[in-house]
């Protein structure tokens, strides 16, 4: 069946910092892949997606590069925000499965 | 509409009472989803529609759970009988179509409470 798995949290950093959130995923089939976001009292939001092995999503300053061959799509961000602190789920659909498939999520806080 | 509308957005119920919480999904949006969100947990998944069938009720916890929708529009989760364990953010999402590039939009949840 397919999993994700992601780092737990929360991950605190300081504004201007550089994160990472590993996410790591076993699917059947070729899957594609996806980090939402939840900001505090708001829904979940896309916020990037890579459908095929070596594609980068990126959006907001995020990237995540699709790895097929370590089954990895960790997100990356150059320099956060206050404004990213939010929890981060990264999931997962293959066209075998009718539903995306979401990791436990990563509570980041960024701080002044 | 533009969005994905539940309601309510909150609902507090004694034990042992029914619920029933509402998803108005994106007008043309042919595929719904229901997922559950504990508090500190992931999302888990309950049911998905195609349509106004459901293909997957694989997530749905007990009997007392149930779901149905109207063509490719409003859909209801009712718990019967609740439970404390069924506290949680109730999430809806709908999607352009079934399949895999297709992405969610999720509103923004039922928020119940058992007491």
């Known amino acids: 069946g397919n999993s994700v798995t992601q780092m737990e949290g929360p991950v605190t950093l300081s504004e201007e910092a550089f994160l990472t959130i590993n996410c790591t995923y076993t699917?059947?089939?070729?899957?594609?892949l996806f980090w939402y976001v939840q900001y505090p009292g708001e829904g979940l939001q896309l916020l990037l997606k890579?459908?095929?092995?070596?594609d980068k999503g990126s959006n907001k300053g995020f990237e995540a590069t699709y790895r097929k061959e370590t089954t990895s799509f960790h997100l990356e961000k150059g320099s956060v925000q206050v404004s990213d602190s939010a929890v981060y789920f990264c999931?997962?659909?293959?066209?075998?499965?009718?539903?995306?498939?979401f990791g436990t999520g990563t509570r980041l806080q960024v701080t002044l | 509409g533009a969005g994905v509308s539940q309601s309510p957005s909150n609902k507090v119920t004694e034990k042992g009472k029914d619920v029933e919480l509402r998803c108005d999904p994106i007008?043309?949006?042919?595929?719904l989803y229901w997922y559950r969100q504990r508090l500190g947990q992931g999302l888990e998944f309950l049911i998905y529609?195609?349509?106004?069938?459901?293909?997957?009720k694989s997530g749905l916890p007990s009997d007392r759970f149930s779901a149905e929708r109207t063509g490719e529009s409003v859909s209801t989760l009712t718990i019967q009988r609740t439970q404390q364990e069924d506290s949680a953010v109730y999430l809806c999402?709908?999607?352009?179509?079934?399949?895999?590039?297709?992405?969610?939009?999720f509103g923004s949840g039922t928020r119940l409470t058992v007491v």
């Open positions: 999402a709908s999607s352009l179509d079934f399949g895999a590039n297709y992405g969610y939009t």
């Open positions: 699917a059947t089939g070729y899957p594609s």
């Open positions: 890579a459908t095929k092995a070596d």
């Open positions: 999931a997962l659909v293959t066209g075998t499965a009718s539903k995306l498939t």
């Open positions: 007008s043309g949006h042919t595929a």
């Open positions: 529609f195609q349509g106004n069938s459901a293909p997957d």
